[in-house]
C-alpha cells in the first residue's frame, strides 16, 4: 500500500503530467491557429535553455554529493524529470515578448529554473523552493531589460472566430479547475484571488476613480485565466492550508491592487513575486525559531546541571 509521501510524489507527477500536456497542445494550436506573434525560435530557445539549465544544474548537485542524477535510469526518468523545466519554458516564450532578441528568452528561462536552487526555505524536514520559476523568470527579465513586454493579450485569439474567442477561455477555465482540484487542491486560492481582485477593482473605482470596467477588463483575458489557474497555483510555491490559501490568494489581489495605484505595470507578476518573498521570509523565520528552540532548552538544561 503506497504511503502518503509516495502518494503525495504520484499525485504531484500526474499533476506533472497533465499540466505539461495542457500548456504544450495549448502553445501548439497558438502557433498554428490562434495567432500567437512570437516566433516558433523563440519557443525552441525558451525550451533549450530550459532544459539545459534543469539538466546541467541536476548533473553538478548529483556530482557534488556523489549520487545518481534524478534523470538517470533511461527515456521515462529523463521525461518526468524534465517536466518541470518543459512548463516554464513554454510558459516564458508564451508571455514575454523580446521582439528578435533570443537572447533574452534564453535568459529568462535560464533564471526561472535556476531560482529553484538558489532560493530555497525549509519546509517541514525537507526544503522547498520559493518562488514560481516562470514567474520569477519573467519579473526579473522585465526589471533588468525595461525594453522587454507582454505578449499581447490579443494574440491568445486573435485569428479564431467569436465563438472561438468565447470557446477557448471557457475550455482554459474547466480544464484548470480539473487539475487544481483533482491534483493541486488550490481551490480556496483561485475563488480568494478571483473574489479579492474583482472587490479592489470595486474599491478602486469607488474611492480612486478608477473605471470600472478598465479595473474589471483583465478578468476576461486569457493571460489572466492562464495567471491564475496555472502560475498563481504552483503547489510547490503556495500554502496547502486552505485558510493560508485564503490569504495567499488576497495578499495577491492587494499587491496588484498597490502596483495600480502606483502605476506600475505586468502587476500580476510583479505582485506574486512580492507576495512569494514575503511567505519566504515567514518559513525562514518559523524555521530559525525551530532550530533555535532546541538549542535554547539544551544550553538550560547544562546549566541547571551545572549548577
Not at 526579473?140 to 491568445?156: N, Q
Request: with cysteine; glycine share 8%; hydrophobic share 55%.
Amino acid at each position: 500500500m503506497p504511503t502518503e509521501a509516495s502518494w503525495s510524489r504520484e499525485t504531484r507527477l500526474a499533476g506533472l503530467r497533465r499540466f505539461a500536456v495542457a500548456i504544450s497542445i495549448f502553445n501548439l494550436l497558438g502557433h498554428f491557429w490562434f495567432g500567437f506573434e512570437e516566433s516558433w525560435a523563440q519557443l525552441c530557445v525558451s525550451l533549450a535553455a530550459a532544459y539545459g539549465t534543469e539538466l546541467g544544474l541536476e548533473w553538478l548537485d548529483a556530482r557534488t554529493n556523489r549520487r545518481e542524477p534524478a534523470y538517470a535510469g533511461g527515456f521515462l526518468p529523463l521525461v518526468n524529470f524534465l517536466l518541470s523545466a518543459h512548463i516554464t519554458g513554454l510558459a516564458v516564450a508564451m508571455l514575454l515578448y523580446a521582439n528578435d532578441r533570443l537572447w533574452v528568452i534564453a535568459f529568462a528561462s535560464a533564471a526561472a529554473i535556476a531560482s529553484k536552487s538558489i532560493f530555497r526555505v525549509t519546509v517541514g524536514r525537507g526544503t522547498r523552493h520559493l518562488f514560481n520559476p516562470s514567474n520569477l523568470g519573467i519579473t526579473i527579465t522585465l526589471l533588468l531589460f525595461p525594453w522587454v513586454g507582454i505578449a499581447p493579450p490579443y494574440h491568445f485569439t486573435e485569428n479564431l472566430p467569436p465563438v472561438g474567442r468565447w470557446l477557448i477561455p471557457s475550455i482554459i477555465v474547466f480544464s484548470g479547475t480539473f487539475l487544481n482540484w483533482r491534483f493541486t487542491r488550490k481551490i480556496p486560492l483561485i475563488m480568494s484571488w478571483v473574489s479579492c481582485f474583482f472587490l479592489q477593482a470595486m474599491l478602486r473605482h469607488l474611492f480612486l476613480g478608477a473605471s470600472l470596467i478598465g479595473a474589471l477588463l483583465p478578468m476576461t483575458g486569457v493571460a489572466f485565466i492562464l495567471f491564475t489557474f496555472y502560475m498563481l497555483t504552483d503547489p510547490g510555491t503556495t500554502p496547502m492550508k486552505p485558510s493560508a490559501q485564503v490569504a495567499f490568494g488576497a495578499a495577491v489581489a492587494l499587491g496588484y491592487c498597490c502596483c495600480m495605484v502606483l502605476h506600475i505595470v505586468f502587476g500580476l507578476f510583479f505582485a506574486l513575486t512580492v507576495v512569494c518573498t514575503i511567505r519566504g521570509i515567514t518559513l525562514c523565520a518559523h524555521a530559525w525559531r525551530r532550530q533555535a528552540a532546541p538549542a535554547a532548552a539544551t544550553k538550560e538544561e547544562a546549566l541547571a546541571a551545572s549548577a
